[in-house]
């Protein structure tokens, strides 16, 4: 009697073993903000191929462009992991942890551009926008909001009462768009945004102007949900730093405009903190 009930046992394990075997994985879900431009969807597709083939798991990609939407994504365990805006990351780091850091230009760091029309020959710095129409990027972006209210209060100007008129365009490329187009006569941008333009929409940045730029701040993170599995974390960050090291990858990485992707170091993260408290956004 005993054995048969080990026999039967034995069959009842390797059934359920084979059983999940047979089940198709779980597709890794990840989230694409507008922190870099997240419409080009041809890029997507052979990315999340890409990633498809590396992981040997389905791949769905999930574009958001409001940051708030995002993190709500994360929190109720929507998603697996995200490439967010550093604001967004400092933030909530009960919620996420860093997975890789994109390096540009060779430095995992990027700058704040305030950017008026290319026919705006006069204005020398965001003081000279007073009782102007001015874009916004994000509620939860760094460089498009954090950013330009942070240096109006270094130079003892109230943000909220400083500009005419503000608005949220909710992506980097739109604040381009509505200064470009004259709706807004001043935005805040991420340099990453505004470079990468630079190359693929030549006409769109020359219908803008530089007029300053910040100090560094790290590169858009991507990161982990920490309610995840760690084997994971563990395959997709080694997808991710690996990139560089095949000529898929190379490619993907080149049409993202970015070098490569490393672990990375959190404390490149420490300004956001600096400026969030200084704003008293923390």
Request: charged share 25%; hydrophobic share 40%.
């Amino acid at each position: 009697m005993k054995t048969i009930l080990i026999v039967l046992f034995l069959v009842l394990v390797l059934g359920f073993s084979r059983a999940q075997a047979d089940e198709p994985s779980q597709p890794i879900r990840v989230g694409l903000t507008a922190t870099y431009l997240h419409d080009q969807y041809p890029l997507h597709e052979d990315w999340r191929r890409y990633m498809e083939r590396k992981l040997e798991r389905p791949v769905v990609f999930v574009r958001r462009d409001s940051y708030d939407e995002m993190m709500d994504l994360l929190r109720q365990n929507k998603l697996e992991f995200a490439w967010i805006c550093d604001y967004p990351y400092v933030d909530n780091k009960n919620l996420v942890k860093l997975l890789a850091v994109p390096s540009y230009k060779g430095r995992p760091l990027y700058r704040s551009y305030l950017i008026v029309p290319a026919s705006d020959k006069s204005t020398k710095s965001i003081l000279d926008l007073k009782n102007k129409v001015f874009a916004y990027t994000d509620p939860y972006s760094n460089t498009g909001y954090l950013t330009p209210r942070f240096q109006l209060k270094q130079a003892g100007e109230n943000p909220a009462q400083f500009f005419a008129k503000t608005f949220f365009a909710r992506s980097h490329r739109k604040v381009v768009e509505a200064v470009a187009n004259g709706l807004a006569d001043g935005g805040a941008v991420g340099s990453f945004i505004w470079d990468t333009l630079v190359i693929i929409q030549p006409e769109l940045a020359a219908a803008t102007r530089i007029v300053s730029v910040s100090a560094d701040y790290g590169m858009p993170p991507f990161v982990a949900n920490r309610g995840g599995r760690e084997a994971d974390f563990n395959q997709m960050q080694k997808m991710l730093i690996d990139m560089a090291n095949d000529a898929e990858g190379r490619d993907i990485l080149k049409r993202l405009n970015v070098n490569n992707f490393s672990k990375g170091d959190p404390r490149i993260y420490d300004s956001v903190t600096k400026v969030m408290k200084a704003l008293g956004d923390r």
